[in-house]
């Protein structure tokens, strides 16, 4: 049984009147985390902070009209369901996460709020065979799409006429989802939990084909399990994460060849040419996993590189004292 998954839903599961109670506290929370965005913009960039006030209004109508339609199907009692009782359902960040990162970084954030939950109608109106409750499904649907041009014109109207063209935008943000964030998580699990036992053995036995032999089943055991890891915890179909089959296969190789790396060396017989090279081999990952969160996650360089050889630093550190001891 997976931790945290053994009592969520799957979204094919719900009931009909399961599914609008998740669109009215799905329109709940993203009005508030419209309004949360507005009152942080509210100084520096007052339109923009009056975009946000104007989304969050319509979510706000958007959930009355759920409510409206719930209430004549079903009554007024409300079942509670939120993302989080869903497995696969697209989740939000919280709103310290993009709290300093600036206008850009927000509007991304209500760009991708809006085509998750254009695309959760979509799949919802499909699902429904009540011609009303399709209908509504279907206009906020066209409503969703449409709140996702207005975070569009935050771009022309404060990042200048240069601002990436929405169709690259949007096929960078879904490799990204798909391919880089499960890769670089499985590239720093494998590159970083595997140096304890692999440098202990080196430094236990200071038998290098002892280390490489269990460098290898590290890195693939951890592999194995990081690719069914990602590819049972969500089937895409509402996160728009892409396929599940890709991520876990980025998940799984990322962290098998992270592993390697610094397990390959010891292919070399002479034990310390093996572990010098195998060091070399491990700062030049930390910082190829630090350069990658820059470029594609908006991680400061320095914190990145900070975090990652220090915490690569312990683990190597932890190995080497055991081993030896």
């Known amino acids: 049984m997976i931790p945290g998954f ?6 094919d599961d719900l009931s009909e009147q399961e599914i609008i109670a998740l669109a009215i506290s799905s329109e709940e929370d993203d009005a508030r985390i419209y309004r949360s965005y ?11 902070a009056k975009v946000f006030d104007g989304m969050a209004l319509e979510e706000d109508e958007h959930r009355r009209r ?42 991304q954030e209500a760009e991708m709020m ?28 066209a409503a969703e799409a449409g709140h996702t041009d207005k975070a569009a014109d935050l771009t022309a109207q404060h990042l200048g006429p240069d601002a990436i063209a929405a169709e690259g935008d949007t096929a960078h943000r879904q490799f990204v989802l798909t391919w880089v964030q499960p890769g670089l998580a499985g590239l720093m699990d494998g590159s970083v939990s595997t140096l304890a036992p692999i440098f202990a053995t ?19 055991g951890a592999g194995i399990s990081m690719g069914f890891t990602e590819a049972a915890s969500d089937d895409g179909a ?15 190789v990322m962290t098998t060849v992270g592993g390697l790396g610094h397990a390959l060396p010891y292919l070399i017989p002479h034990f310390w040419t093996a572990t010098i090279i195998a060091m070399v081999v491990v700062f030049v990952e930390l910082w190829a996993i630090a350069w990658i969160q820059k470029k594609y996650m908006d991680t400061p360089f320095l914190r990145a590189a900070f ?19």
Do not use: M
């Open 6 to 11: 053994a009592h969520r839903r799957r979204f």
């Open 38 to 48: 507005a009152e942080q913009l509210r100084d520096d960039f007052p339109e923009s």
């Open 66 to 107: 759920l409510i409206d339609l719930h209430t004549a199907r079903f009554g007024e009692v409300i079942p509670l369901i939120r993302r989080e009782h869903v497995s696969g359902f697209y989740a939000r960040r919280p709103v310290w996460l993009v709290q300093n990162l600036g206008l850009d970084r927000i509007r």
């Open 114 to 141: 809006e085509r998750d939950a254009e695309r959760f109608y979509q799949t919802a109106a499909a699902r429904t065979t009540d011609a009303d409750t399709r209908k509504l499904l279907g206009d906020l649907a």
């Open 202 to 220: 080196a430094f236990a036995t200071q038998d290098t084909w002892t280390t490489f032999l269990v460098g290898l089943a590290a890195s693939v």
């Open 238 to 252: 509402i996160s728009g994460r892409g396929s599940p089959v890709k991520r876990g296969i980025a998940s799984g």
């Open 307 to 325: 975090q990652v050889v220090v915490g690569g630093a312990l683990v190597f550190a932890a190995g080497v004292l055991i081993g030896s001891g």
